[in-house]
């Protein structure tokens, strides 16, 4: 699935969709994790809302989205927690790839409310702690320096936002819908 990103990116740009892919991927996981019944023509539909979809280049997005929407689904069910987020690759300078991951964490909130999901969700406090803490990674405008130490917090943050969105949806979907609960989640870590 991961290998999809800078295709879709590609397909996106080319429609001039206002969602890029990390963005589209966060919609879908929302969308998912608030309701199983989550159709993939609605989800494409609000990921290509402001374009007019046209030729070839709406042909080959179309696909990479159906192929996005088949992997993501079978990936979040998987009971062997295998599920990733959609992110640039490693050989993306930091920047890029935190302000994906910002992306992704907004797209996700709003595919949770799009998804049924509200306020008045029954919901641990782990579980809210984890929404307000994506609320903040969603803001990220940094444009942290490519070293060592930052690069060492954004894979943290990544392994927190992924572990984080698997606790929230076996809380929304109950315990049938993941076999085992993550083992717990780090703390936030911060870029510098």
Do not use: F
Request: proline share 5%; glycine share 8%; charged share 30%.
């Amino acid at each position: 699935m991961l290998e999809l990103y800078e295709p879709l990116e590609q397909a996106l740009a080319a429609l001039e969709a206002s969602s890029g892919a990390a963005a589209a991927h966060g919609q879908l996981c929302g969308m998912l994790t608030a309701s199983e019944a989550t159709e993939r023509a609605r989800w494409i539909a609000m990921v290509l809302e402001d374009t007019a979809p046209r030729g070839d280049a709406a042909k080959a997005c179309l696909e990479l989205l159906s192929q996005l929407y088949d992997e993501t689904q079978q990936a979040l069910a998987d009971p062997e927690l295998g599920w990733r987020v959609l992110l640039p690759g490693d050989a993306e300078p930091l920047a890029v790839r935190s302000v994906a991951l910002g992306a992704w964490s907004e797209g996700y909130l709003l595919g949770l409310a799009v998804g049924g999901l509200t306020r008045e969700t029954d919901l641990p406090d782990e579980a809210r702690e984890i929404l307000r803490d994506l609320a903040e990674i969603a803001q990220v405008e940094s444009d942290p320096e490519d070293d060592e130490d930052n690069e060492h917090a954004y894979e943290e943050l990544v392994e927190y936002v992924r572990m984080g969105t698997l606790l929230i949806r076996e809380h929304v979907r109950g315990a049938d819908s993941a076999r085992r609960r993550p083992a717990g989640h780090a703390r936030r870590p911060r870029l510098h």
